[in-house]
């Protein structure tokens, strides 16, 4: 902990959400913590990457979505914690090297959302601190598709082909970072992929905080 963090906690008595200590939000010893497994996966069947089965870019995901890494995102989504999707941006950060990539792009907020922020766009601007990537805010939804959570992974996976469009400026030849705050079925994210390729991008890697263990072929 730094003297700033002590003067915060003096005149603003907040803490991290998981250990209690004195911290503007959750600290980089818990983050460090949860991230210790971290590593790049198969997009396509969570394996190692790169994966002897199957051709595409890397899931670089920071943990299981379990415990603490899961209830973290759970104050992010639904405590109107702000400050904590961009350390769990910044954690990411560390933990992985940069993709050759242009920029990043985050899933948009659902249309159906009540949320007044949406938390991949703040993963991805802790990112952007930490790897010196722009974000680039221009995925939509395309219409008012159920919203994903809670949905079984069957019903997951029907999400329309045409789910995104990119309303972004143009992005022809760039490479791009997709993150999102959780993985399920991958679903989402490949289809947030293919609006991108259809805009002429191409990309990079995925990146979210944390990974559902979903039994995919
Ligand atoms: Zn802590
Ligand atoms: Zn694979």
């Not at 870019?57 to 603490?68: E, M, Q």
């Not at 722009?134 to 995925?139: A, I």
């Not at 395309?142 to 029907?158: I, L």
Request: aromatic fraction near 8%; charged fraction near 20%; include cysteine.
């Amino acid at each position: 902990m730094t003297i700033v963090d002590y003067l915060l906690h003096f005149l603003w008595p907040v803490q991290c959400p998981l250990c209690g200590r004195p911290a503007s939000t959750v600290c980089s010893g818990c983050l460090d913590i949860l991230l210790r497994n971290s590593r790049s996966r198969c997009f396509s069947c969570h394996g190692e990457y790169p994966c002897p089965l199957h051709v595409g870019p890397p899931l670089l995901a920071g943990a299981s979505h379990l415990d603490k890494a899961r209830e973290l995102l759970m104050l992010l989504k639904y405590e109107n914690s702000r400050s904590i999707g961009l350390s769990l941006g910044e954690a990411l950060g560390r933990a992985f090297p940069v993709p050759e990539s242009d920029f990043l792009v985050p899933l948009p907020l659902h249309r159906n959302s009540s949320r007044g922020y949406n938390q991949a766009l703040l993963i991805a601007r802790g990112l952007s601190r930490i790897w010196a990537l722009p974000v680039l805010d221009g995925l939509s939804w395309s219409a008012s598709w159920p919203n994903q959570t809670g949905r079984s992974a069957a019903e997951r996976r029907q999400l329309p082909r045409e789910a995104f469009f990119w309303r972004g400026p143009p992005i022809s030849e760039k490479r791009t970072v997709i993150v999102d705050d959780v993985s399920t079925t991958g679903t989402t994210l490949s289809r947030a992929a293919r609006a991108l390729e259809k805009a002429g991008a191409s990309v990079a890697a995925f990146v979210v905080w944390t990974v559902a263990e979903v039994k995919k072929r």
